[in-house]
């Protein structure tokens, strides 16, 4: 633990203030460095008390996070953070209540706590670090790995069809759902932000690189070189389009899904226009399904919609139940229900 | 019944009993619960005792007629104090054949049967097994027969109501409501005023359930089908008030209560399941309290979500029966490794597995006690009626803040569902419930103990004192990740020490200080197992009683208890899960008592055991 903070002098929190005292045991080159730093980057710059913050995780290499946070936190069992979550955020909603988890805590062992958290809207933010694979048990393939992944539990490959943990959050009712790479920091740290920003549940993927049993997993997604032709990165309110050249463009033919290159008879004007607003997921869900090889990874934010979050709802019913029957107290609970008196 | 007359008038005249057992038998859609529960409420209001227990089946509306659908209502009354729902009703009420099938063989000899003959027709008599009517077969000789058409003269009450034929049927049980409340001699005007609130917002249902109410009541009056109506002495029934109240609504005041009595606000995360359902549903029509209710979305989640409320400094609960502690398993040793304050409620069922979800065990205090993986101690108490589900609950709490740590509280379907008159406590009887959080930053170690080896309590938000606990082995005192082997050896002694050390009460000896015989019992039993000994001690027998409210750990001074008779005797709805407790405690033979059919112990029962070992 650092030392408390001075609380009778105003302080201007910094990213150091976020650092605890613990050493980080990550694999070196492990994505979680990149996702650490920006989230401590990130939380200063909140306009919230470092107190009024906790991290909760599960199992797994990802679920190391609170320790390494000089906040509140938890590292508890393997699936069930978003439950744990869901009681702190629910009891204490003044709190900014964080869920560090990973693909095989997240959608694997915790996958009914995962969208039921969505589904509620209750605001926690969640930020899924998803390596597509099993990192802290050595190596075996995860719910989100490919058909076809060779492991020490799939030899032969796997034949599992894998989710997309995007896909997933936004069936089961996500309303802020939003993906972005460990190596772009400056596009990570935005949809940070805008997590941290959104009301309700809001759920960032993470794609992160596995350096030990899962290297280059990303690898087209990562490089610099090879990004701007494997991934669109959604903007409100624009077209969607990418490319080195900018010259590529999705637009919708019939149901499905189509690149097209502008100025080939094609202008923005018949992309897909980008909508993270829409009240319904429709749009968001579409975009989910594009996927690699044929189609740009897309990254950025899927779906920003504002609906009244859980523990709002909840604290209205308790108004409303004080407003309707008066605050109850000790001995009216006792003597409440159907009496007689024995003399 | 125990009459004080025992001679039967020829004319119609009016006898005093000291207590009596009725039985409401039907179909699980007859409305048997609810008519039981409204006659209990009736004689209580008169200053009896009573005790109920609700027999029903698992399935919500079971196919009409059948013998598995058949669910009952006991309800035993007295001017003395009351300790079980009796062993063999007086009166059986049986709505169709089925339930006379199913329950006549509990009937006392010579007891009353009341028989809804209009439910006694050939398709119902094929479904229930019988060849012929037992109403016209004289298989019935040996009792008091009633036979009262009590659909037809509904229906016939009804005529005018405007209601369905379906709708009309539903009212049958309060006709048979009315005949009972005729036989005991109870006024119809405060059963009027309850049948008016509980349909406040259906006024014509009201009306023709009270319509059947009285036709029942007048019919058994002007034809003066029982010779004798009934009045129960005197009682001697404490004064004061009192409302009925069932072992699962008692737990959920329980903790309402504690809440009010320490100020921090409660948290209950649950996911329903029989019999437990009812504390969350009571807890969630408390949300002018400080009360959130979070229906989660599986038992994992429910104590999950306890954990995070208890993490955020609430006074957190989750509440379960068996299959659903088994999967809280996991979380409960998060909770113990955690140290933060927590109570699991286990309203026992029958086991394993899915078992008899609606009918009474013990067999889940080895669950309770060891079931977790790692040396992982969690202390558990239990309560013995459904008013002591109130007390426990106070228990459970104080324990749980002022240890830091979880607590298992076992109820059972027995209690949970039973009700019986309560004597409403004096908020200013109620023990206090203090809970202070640390919010000292200066000096703050995670783990570091007070002199009950329990940490400090910190809520997020609290400034200077930011710190992470998780399921890892902690140092001793800071709480930091420790892998250190002494360390666990001195984490896992300290835990196991703190929780040996919790201060209970001694255990309170019922009858002779040493003797002959002495009967151990748990929870639900406790009825059974009093009036037994009442009974055998009248009888000129050396036989006391020990119930134990703390399982985990025991109190100090049973040990030299178990030492100072000659026989210990433990019944248990179990195959003898105390007995093999007190045994490894106390290196001491005991005898298990055991019965495991989905029923309480009759009196009966434990006082004939009695009878064979002194």
Not at chain 1, 104 to 123: C, E, K, T, V
Not at chain 2, 509 to 517: K, R, T
Request: net charge negative; proline share 6%; glycine share 10%.
């Amino acid at each position: 633990m650092n030392s408390p903070v001075d609380i009778a002098q105003p302080h201007v929190l910094s990213k150091k203030d976020f650092e605890s005292d613990q050493d980080v045991r990550w694999c070196p080159g492990c994505g979680d460095y990149a996702v650490l730093a920006q989230v401590q980057k990130l939380l200063p710059t909140l306009g919230i008390p470092r107190e009024n913050f906790a991290f909760i995780s599960g199992i797994g290499c990802s679920s190391r996070f609170p320790y390494y946070m000089e906040t509140y936190g938890m590292h508890s069992i393997h699936g069930r953070a978003p439950a744990i979550a869901s009681g702190l955020k629910l009891s204490r909603p003044e709190l900014s209540v964080w869920v560090v988890t990973g693909d095989g805590d997240a959608l694997a062992i915790g996958g009914n706590h995962f969208i039921h958290a969505m589904r509620r809207n209750i605001g926690l933010k969640i930020i899924l670090l998803n390596n597509r694979i099993y990192g802290l048990t050595k190596g075996q393939y995860s719910p989100t790995s490919e058909q076809g992944t060779k492991t020490k539990t799939t030899p032969m490959g796997s034949i599992d069809r894998p989710f997309s943990p995007v896909a997933l959050a936004l069936g089961a009712g996500a309303t802020f759902v939003a993906r972005a790479v460990d190596t772009d920091l400056k596009h990570l740290s935005y949809v940070l932000e805008r997590a941290a920003q959104h009301k309700g549940t809001a759920f960032v993927e993470v794609l992160q690189n596995c350096p030990v049993f899962n290297d280059e997993a990303y690898a087209a997604l990562s490089s610099k070189a090879t990004r701007p032709d494997a991934a669109i990165v959604l903007e409100h309110g624009k077209p969607l389009v990418f490319g080195k050249e900018r010259n590529k463009g999705i637009r919708l033919s019939g149901f499905e899904p189509e690149v097209v290159t502008i100025g080939e008879g094609m202008s923005e004007a018949d992309l897909l226009m980008h909508d993270e607003k829409s009240p319904q997921a429709g749009l968001a869900f579409f975009l989910s399904q594009l996927a690699a090889p044929d189609f740009p990874v897309p990254l950025g934010v899927f779906r920003a919609f504002d609906a009244p979050a859980y523990e709002e709802l909840n604290s209205q019913l308790a108004e409303e139940a004080v407003a309707k029957k008066g605050r109850g107290d000790l001995a009216r609970l006792l003597y409440s229900g159907d009496t007689w008196t024995i003399e | 019944m125990q009459t004080t007359d025992g001679n039967l008038a020829k004319s119609r005249h009016v006898e005093e009993l000291d207590s009596v057992v009725i039985r409401f038998v039907g179909d699980s859609g007859d409305g048997m619960q609810l008519t039981g529960a409204e006659f209990s409420k009736a004689v209580a209001k008169a200053g009896h005792d009573f005790s109920t227990y609700p027999d029903y089946p698992s399935e919500i509306r079971a196919p009409t007629g059948t013998l598995f659908g058949v669910s009952g209502y006991q309800i035993q009354f007295s001017s003395r104090p009351v300790f079980t729902s009796g062993d063999a009703p007086d009166v059986l009420v049986a709505m169709n054949p089925a339930a006379l099938k199913t329950n006549l063989s509990d009937v006392k000899r010579g007891g009353i049967i009341i028989a809804n003959t209009g439910a006694f027709v050939d398709s119902n008599l094929v479904k229930a097994g019988y060849q012929k009517n037992p109403l016209e077969d004289g298989s019935l000789d040996g009792y008091q027969l009633f036979k009262i058409d009590i659909g037809e003269f509904t229906a016939s009450a009804l005529r005018d109501s405007g209601l369905s034929k379906k709708e009309v049927g539903r009212c049958k049980n309060y006709f048979a409501l009315g005949v009972m409340l005729c036989l005991y001699s109870r006024p119809l005007e405060k059963e009027i005023a309850e049948i008016r609130e509980k349909f406040a917002k259906k006024p014509h249902f009201a009306a023709a359930n009270i319509t059947a109410l009285r036709a029942g009541y007048a019919y058994a009056e002007s034809t003066e089908m029982f010779a004798i109506t009934y009045q129960m002495r005197e009682s001697a029934v404490l004064p004061g008030r009192y409302r009925s109240i069932t072992g699962n609504a008692a737990t959920a005041l329980g903790f309402a209560a504690a809440s009010e009595l320490s100020g921090v606000p409660l948290f209950i995360g649950s996911y329903p399941i029989t019999p437990a359902t009812d504390i969350l549903q009571e807890l969630a029509a408390l949300k002018h309290y400080k009360v959130t209710t979070f229906q989660a979305e599986d038992e994992i989640a429910g104590i999950c979500s306890a954990i995070g409320a208890a993490y955020g400094g609430s006074l957190a609960l989750t509440t379960t029966s068996g299959p659903g502690m088994a999967l809280k398993t996991e979380a409960l040793g998060l909770a113990v490794m955690l140290e933060l304050p927590l109570v699991v409620v286990n309203v026992q069922r029958g086991g394993p597995s899915t078992g008899l979800p609606t009918k009474v065990e013990q067999s889940d205090l080895l669950q309770a006690v060891y079931g977790r993986n790692g040396e992982c101690p969690v202390p558990v108490i239990a309560s013995h009626s459904p008013s002591d589900c109130f007390d426990c609950a106070l228990e459970a709490a104080r324990i749980a803040v002022k240890y830091m740590t979880p607590v298992i509280l076992l109820t059972d379907g027995g209690i949970g569902n039973a009700a019986e008159p309560w004597l409403i406590p004096d908020v200013a009887s109620l023990p206090k419930l203090q809970v202070n959080y640390r919010t000292e930053a200066e000096g703050f170690q995670a783990y570091a103990r007070d002199e009950n080896l329990a940490r400090a309590w910190v809520r997020p938000g609290t400034p200077g004192m930011e710190h992470r606990i998780g399921g890892l082995e902690k140092d001793f005192f800071s709480g930091d990740i420790s892998h250190d082997p002494l360390n666990h050896q001195r984490m896992v002694e300290v835990r196991a020490a703190k929780v040996a050390g919790i201060d209970i009460p001694p255990a309170k000896i019922d009858g002779p200080e040493s003797g002959d015989l002495l009967i151990v019992g748990w929870g639900s039993t406790y009825g059974s197992i009093a009036q037994a000994r009442e009974m055998a001690e009248a009888a000129g027998k050396s036989v006391a009683h020990v119930h134990l409210r703390h399982l985990n750990p025991m109190p100090a001074n049973l040990g030299g208890i178990l030492a100072r008779y000659k026989t210990v005797l433990v019944p248990e709805l179990n195959l003898g899960q105390l007995s093999r407790l007190l045994r490894e405690r106390y290196l001491l033979e005991v005898l298990p008592l055991s019965k495991v059919q989905g029923k309480p112990f009759k009196v009966s029962e434990i006082y004939d055991r009695i009878l064979e070992l002194c």
